[in-house]
């Protein structure tokens, strides 16, 4: 069974930049597509972006566009979201995923995803 932990939250201010880490244990990363969910308090939960299994594509929220990118290292089983100029609507939980099933080798999608970490927070403030 994939387990997956977050690592490097915290808080940043306005502007900076913050990378955030999932690694992965139980299985490989090899055949699942990645990504990066939040949620704010209040808010409903928001796919931000992933990327495919192949890594050849990648799916961005129009909330991520331009600040936010997605990488993977399958030789680690990690995964990483790196966030540039953050904003302090960027406050949230900050969720990794990974799913097997639900998507072809070569797209990823915003909506379901089977493994889940526990979150960890981001906050952007002065």
């Known amino acids: 069974q994939l387990q997956l932990v977050e690592s490097g939250g915290g808080l940043v201010q306005p502007g900076g930049s913050l990378r955030l880490s999932c690694a992965a244990s139980g299985s490989t990363l090899d055949d699942y597509a990645i990504g990066w969910f939040r949620q704010a308090p209040g808010k409903e939960r928001e796919g931000v972006l992933c990327?495919?299994?192949?890594?050849?594509?990648?799916n961005y929220a129009d909330s991520a566009k331009g600040r936010f990118t997605i990488s993977r290292d399958n030789l680690k089983n990690t995964f990483y979201l790196q966030m540039s100029s953050l904003k302090p609507e960027d406050t949230a939980a900050y969720y990794c995923v990974a799913d097997a099933r639900t998507y072809g080798r070569g797209w990823c999608g915003l909506r379901h995803y089977d493994h889940w970490g526990q979150g960890i927070q981001v906050t952007v403030s002065s």
């Open positions: 990327i495919s299994t192949n890594g050849g594509f990648t």
